[in-house]
């Protein structure tokens, strides 16, 4: 079974810019959530859709958003890009709430 | 509100001891645990759960963690550690079905031949 994949893998916009990264969860996960990877901040979710909807949202302003389509596989769009935005963005699906999340390799953005 | 604390910035252990991870979590009602372990400039691998039933679960390359509900603590071990495990290590928490997974903050586990 192929495994979550993101892309794309690097990324470097300049601030106010605007960016989509793209998430295909493993094949039946219905699961799909959204982190952002900082050294400093660690793993902060972002949010999770399940079945187009989404179910949860963290604590990110609206310049964060995302959408899922029928075929599972999820978007998400940063707008007004900010040096901070800088980090490593995790993908992670999963078949339910009770199953481990199964991640991507990560898209890494930079913010100049 | 969830919460889960890895008091440990920093494990180091030598070659063939054995290790220990720490995770303690906070949640209402019974939890759902997990331990994932992140390699340099990769995503996070699953390595065991925690749902229901034996309080000792056995997961992924030789790991176990033991969930101890009135120490609300789910500690990850090893019996004998390999320099290989050296790497950034997660607890997780989701408290039902719905809710979001909530991650500690990491451990770094560093394995000295």
């Known amino acids: 079974k192929a495994g979550v994949t993101q892309t794309p893998r690097y990324l470097i916009k300049t601030r106010g810019q605007q960016v989509t990264l793209s998430c295909s969860p493993i094949?039946?996960?219905?699961?799909v959530s959204w982190y952002q990877q900082t050294p400093g901040q660690g793993l902060q979710f972002l949010f999770e859709?399940?079945?187009?909807?989404?179910?949860n949202k963290g604590n990110f302003p609206g310049r964060f958003s995302g959408r899922q389509f029928s075929n599972s596989r999820s978007e998400m769009n940063v707008s007004t890009l900010e040096l901070g935005d800088s980090a490593l963005y995790l993908c992670?699906?999963?078949?339910?709430?009770?199953?481990?999340?199964?991640f991507g390799p990560g898209t890494r953005l930079t913010v100049l | 509100a969830q919460s889960v604390a890895q008091p440990e910035d920093q494990v180091n252990v030598a070659e063939g001891n054995p290790l220990t991870v720490k995770c303690t979590y906070s949640v209402s009602g019974n939890p759902y645990l997990f331990w994932y372990v992140q390699y340099p400039n990769r995503g996070l691998q699953f390595l065991l759960k925690y749902i229901t039933g034996d309080n000792l679960v056995k997961g992924s390359y030789g790991f176990e963690a033991e969930f101890n509900k009135s120490q609300t603590s789910f500690h990850l071990k090893k019996p004998s550690a390999l320099v290989s495990d050296s790497a950034l290590y997660f607890c997780a928490v989701r408290a039902r079905y719905g809710q979001n997974f909530v991650f500690g903050p990491g451990t770094r586990l560093s394995v000295l031949p």
């Open positions: 094949s039946g996960h219905r699961s």
């Open positions: 992670a699906s999963s078949f339910s709430g009770v199953n481990e999340q199964f």
């Open positions: 859709y399940f079945s187009e909807t989404q179910r």
